[in-house]
Each structure stands twice: as C-alpha cells, then as structure tokens.
C-alpha cells in the first residue's frame, strides 16, 4: 500500500505540488492521470524517495519513506519516465546490476531474471547490449530491473509512453495479473483511455493539487458525466477557473 | 559482496567496453614517451654524428690562410678545417653551418700583435651551442700555450703573467642538460594523472544523469556515497592503468635513445621507481576527486567535458616551468599537491636521494586535500536536483 499525505513541493518560486493526498491500495491499480506539468512526476518521486517533500509524506506499507528510506526502497520496483539505460550493457546484465544491489544471491537473480524474460517476452535480446534497443525494448529492460527483486509496490510513470500497441497491450497484462496477485500498482498517465482501461481509482490532478478522485464510477456519479475524457476535462478545467477566481466547485474526495 | 564493489564492477565492465575510455587509459599516455623518444633520438644523434664531446670538430674558417701557425694549432687539437663560405655570418644565420670563425683579412705576422678572431654563433641552434663552446675552450688553450712560449723566450716564468686561474667545477645537477631532458618526463606524467580516468569520471556522473540511469540507479535500498565511492575507484584503477603504461613507455624510451650524447647518465632503478606509488597514488585519488567536483557543478557532459579538458593544464604548467626554473624541494613546496610529486619525481628521473620525510608530506598533505574535496563532492552529490537530467 502506497499512500501520499498532504504533499507539498515547490521549486523556486513554482508551486508544483500542493496538498495532495491518496492512498493506492494492495490488489488495486491506481492511476494518476494529468495535464502535462501538472506534478505527477513530482508526486511519484517522492513516493519512490528521489525527492523530498517540503511538508506532508509518503508511506510505503506503512513505512514512512522519510524515515526509513531504505526499508521502503526494498518493497519498491520503480520505472521512472526516462529509461536510462546504460548502452554498454546487455538487457541481463542491467537487472543483474539492480537485482545485486538490493542484496539478492546469484542464483536468485538468475531464477527472477528467467521468470522476466518469460514474462516479459524478452528472450531474443536478453543478451544484447542496450544500444539500439527500440523503445518497447528499453521499456522492458527498465521494467524487469525495476522487478528483479519482486516488489511487492509496483510503481510506473508513463508506462505505455511511446509502445506501439501490442507491448502497450502486454504492460496492460502484466498489470493486471500484478492485481490479481494481490500487489499494489500505481502508474502515471496523461492519456485518460489508458487510465480507464486499467485503473480501479483515478486520481486526476491539475496544477498541482487533486482535482478530483474516486473509482471510475464514482467519478461519473460525482460529475454526472458518462464519459471519462469529459470528467477529466470538467475536472481539470474546474481547478484552473477556481484559480483565476476562487469560487465554489466542490472536489470528491474518494 | 558489498554495493561499493557492485558499482565499481560495473563501472569496470562498462568502460572496458568503451572506445574512448580505452583509448584515453591506454593509448594517450603513450604519446609523451613517443614524442619525447623522437625529440631526444633526434637531439642526440645531431650531437653525436656533428659535435658530440671528444669527438672531431669541423670549423668553417674564413681566411685561414692568414694565420697558419693558429690553423696548425687547431689540426694539432683535433679540428678539421674547412673553407668558409664567402658570407660566413649570413651562412650562420641561414643554418647551412652551426657556427664559423672569421680570422683577420691580411696575414698576420707571427709573435705580433693579438689574432684577431670571431666566432659567429647562433645560441637558438643547440649544436650551435654545444661546438662554439668546444671551439672556445681550444682558443682560451691557444692564447695561454703562445702567450706562455713568448714569456718563456723572454727569460720570464709564464706564472708572471698569470694573477688568476679560474677552475671551473659544475656540480649542479639541473644545470646540466642531461637532466634538463629527464626533467621534461614528470609533466607528462602529471597530465596522465588528470586525464587517465577523466572519461570514467564523466560517463560514470555526467554521463549517468544525462541517460536519466542516476535516477533509477539511486531507488535502489544504496546510499550516493557508496554509489560514487565505487564509481570513483574504477577511475581510480583507471588512472593508475594509464599511468602504468606510460611509465613503462617511458622506461623503454629511456633505454633506446642516444643517452650518452643527451648527458643522460644514469636512469633511475626499478626501485627508485617504485617510489612512484606512493608519490602518485594519492595523487591520482586527488585528480579524481576534482573531476568528480567539476561533474557536481556542471549540467552537462559538453560543460564538464570543456573543465576537464583544461584542468591537466594546471598542474603540468607548473612542471613546464620546472624544467627550466629548477627549485630546492622543501617540505611547504613538497605539500602542495600536484606540485610536490612533479618535484619529488624529477628528482627520481635524475636518480637523486629522495627524502622520505619529503614524501611522506606530500602523501599526507595529498590525502588531506582529497579527502576535503570528496567530502565537498559528496556533499554537492547530496542535492537532490542532481538526479534528473537537466
């Protein structure tokens, strides 16, 4: 279970998150989903430790990041937006660097990384070096790294950035399956159909704050919109007039 | 095994499979021990096939039928004569010779009055340098034989004549040009040592935030500091390995050129040269330790890449200036980093006794140093902006 409480963050002068809480729950997929700049990076960073908020936290099953960054670190498999591979290296040896590093045995490593191959359906460049990797292969590599030590929080910005269908597809599985194994999953979008095909709760943010969330049907009900898309648009829309001119359009709290 | 060597192996696999950084750590260094072998092969043979010490000298001499007791005297000593050409200045200067002596233009009668004679040098051409400075020495020994045999034939003691005799006794090392030479091998040593392992440094820092790896690379249960303490020994062990091989290219350079020609005497033992470990290997944590500095300060590789690009200058600048304003080491010189060891290892290549209270300084005040700018490197690495790729 993932939970952010009353988050802020500012860069300078720019206000980027500001009092945003949620809590993605174990079995569920959560999904973030917001204008571009509208802080969900931000949030998720500080979820995943890189970051540090300037008040509120984060908890990871309970534990608070602040405090125990490294114990949180162990129940996270993270796939930040930009890949970041390194070129020299093949697909294997990138999650054998990660999986050494969170203290896994040789032999452990080796048995995860058959597991991702398979899963992830890697095999015909699991032992090529990263350099000219098509972006679905880089984002799978990214992800069985951010996997190899079996997390039990799964935690994906922008995940289908930029795949072409059928790996989108495959992520979406993948995701699934992670639900039904009980594993907590929470993912960054700006793509509304993306988020409405997976996601148990939605939490749609804009300029920083949350504009609204709840489960897809409760979104629906609150707003009286049956499609998605234009909750998101009301929603979105709602917090910028309300910051031109602070008036009345009552957020639902999920 | 423990996150510290997990990085450094990574690093190490990584790099040894990167062009460039094979080619800094292996290749570059060889380029002193090259350029400096042509240049001392070069020097040396000129100064013995022409005008090597003890060996025949040939004069150009322009009117040398106007003195023939002096000609003879110059046969007598070993030197070949030669006509001048009729513009022996313009010829000097032209370099088709290196030196020429002009003797009066009407005969000169013998027990008269002094043999006028001007020799025409040209002090920009070593060999110029080198045979004028032969030719000296024989006319100083020519005035004093005829001066003498005239007192002689006038009944008095030659030592009449003689109030002052001047002996002349070089016994500076440094001033010799032999040692000169050998002087110009520690800067370039210098410069291994910064640049060795710069392009580990920057793939490894600069290079892991602009892929956006140093994000994901930092969610994993490690601390920075461990992170980078792997990373920086790899450039470490980096650095050393290029050092190596220059050392060793050095040695094999040292051995193959015309020594005795160059002055060069004796070459320094495996054992004087081991003394380098000490003088090198703390300096050569330093040098990382500042490139590490630089890649916290700057945004991009380009930015990093145009510091590192010039910070070997520094401290090989101040070797330059060593080779021709040779200093006395003392113990405040011998504690400024990069400045010390230039010092301590010229006085190796010249196969002085090195003092080890002298490098005990200089690993001492290096180690100091280092460990300050690591301690600021970390510190800048602490910021969290430093993750993302800007």
Redo the contacts between chains.
């Keep these: 279970m993932i939970e952010a409480r009353d988050l802020y963050k500012s860069f300078g002068g720019v206000h980027a998150v500001q009092g945003v809480s949620f809590i993605a729950r174990d079995g569920e997929i959560t999904g973030i989903i917001g204008p571009n700049g509208a802080g969900k990076t931000t949030i998720l960073r500080m979820i995943y430790t890189v970051l540090a908020p300037d008040s509120g936290k984060t908890l990871v099953d309970g534990i608070d990041v602040e405090l125990d960054r490294r114990a949180a670190q162990r129940r996270l498999g993270v796939m930040p937006d930009v890949r970041g591979l390194y070129p020299r290296l093949s697909a294997r040896e990138h999650v054998r660097y990660f999986g050494e590093l969170h203290g896994l045995e040789a032999h452990e490593i080796e048995r995860r990384t058959a597991e991702l191959v398979d899963t992830l359906a890697m095999a015909d460049f699991i032992d090529r070096r990263a350099k000219g990797f098509s972006r679905g292969q880089q984002m799978k590599v990214a992800l069985a790294r951010a996997l190899v030590h079996n997390p039990h929080n799964v935690i994906l910005d922008e995940p289908t950035n930029g795949l072409d269908v059928g790996t989108s597809r495959s992520v979406r599985e993948l995701l699934r399956r992670f639900r039904r194994e009980g594993r907590c999953v929470l993912l960054s979008s700006h793509i509304m159909q993306e988020v409405a095909a997976l996601a148990d709760r939605i939490v749609i943010l804009s300029d920083g704050r949350v504009a609204l969330q709840g489960t897809p049907d409760e979104l629906r009900k609150s707003t009286g919109l049956d499609e998605l898309e234009d909750v998101f648009m009301a929603a979105t829309m709602a917090v910028t007039a309300e910051r031109a001119a602070p008036a009345a359009l009552g957020a639902v709290a999920g | ?1 423990s ?1 510290v060597t ?2 450094f192996r ?1 690093e190490m ?2 790099n040894l ?2 062009r460039r950084s094979i080619l800094v750590a292996l290749i570059y260094p060889l380029m002193g021990p090259l350029l400096l072998g042509l240049l001392f092969s070069f020097v040396g043979s000129m100064l013995k096939t022409e005008h090597g010490p003890g060996r025949p000298i040939e004069v150009a001499i322009a009117h040398a039928e106007n003195a023939p007791e002096f000609i003879r005297f110059l046969e007598a000593h070993g030197v070949t004569i030669r006509p001048a050409p009729d513009d022996p200045k313009g010829a000097v200067q032209r370099d088709e010779l290196p030196f020429a002596l002009v003797l009066p233009e009407r005969p000169v009668a013998t027990g008269g009055a002094p043999l006028e004679v001007t020799v025409v040098t040209d002090p920009a051409r070593l060999d110029s340098i080198v045979a004028s400075g032969q030719i000296l020495d024989i006319l100083r020994n020519y005035e004093r034989e005829t001066t003498a045999a005239r007192l002689r034939a006038k009944g008095l003691d030659p030592d009449v004549m003689t109030s002052l005799r001047v002996m002349h006794e070089n016994v500076g090392r440094a001033a010799n040009l032999g040692f000169m030479f050998l002087n110009m091998i520690p800067p370039f040593l210098m410069f291994t040592l910064f640049i060795g392992g710069v392009y580990l440094t920057l793939d490894a820092t600069s290079g892991e935030r602009e ?12 601390t920075r500091s461990q992170v980078l303490i792997g990373k920086l020994a790899a450039a470490v062990v980096f650095t050393l390995l290029a050092l190596a091989v220059q050392v060793v290219a050095f040695w094999i350079m040292l051995h193959s050129i015309p020594r005795e020609a160059l002055g060069i005497g004796t070459l320094p033992s495996v054992l004087q040269l081991s003394l380098l470990v000490p003088v090198c290997v703390p300096l050569a944590v330093f040098a990382v330790a500042t490139q590490l500095i630089i890649t916290a300060v700057t945004r991009s590789i380009k930015e990093a890449q145009t510091y590192l690009g010039l910070l070997p200058l520094v401290p090989g600048m101040a070797g330059m200036v060593l080779v021709f304003v040779p200093v006395k080491v003392h113990s405040l010189l011998a504690s400024i980093p990069t400045f010390g060891q230039t010092l301590l290892m010229g006085q190796m290549m010249r196969s002085e006794a090195v003092s080890w209270s002298l490098i005990g300084v200089s690993v001492l005040a290096t180690l100091v140093f280092t460990l300050a700018l690591l301690a600021l490197g970390f510190r800048l690495y602490e910021r ?1 902006g430093i ?3 800007s």
């Design positions: 095994m996150v997990i990085v990574k696999t990584d499979r990167d892929r956006g790896s140093f994000e994901p690379l930092m969610i994993n249960p490690v969290e993750l993302f790729p």
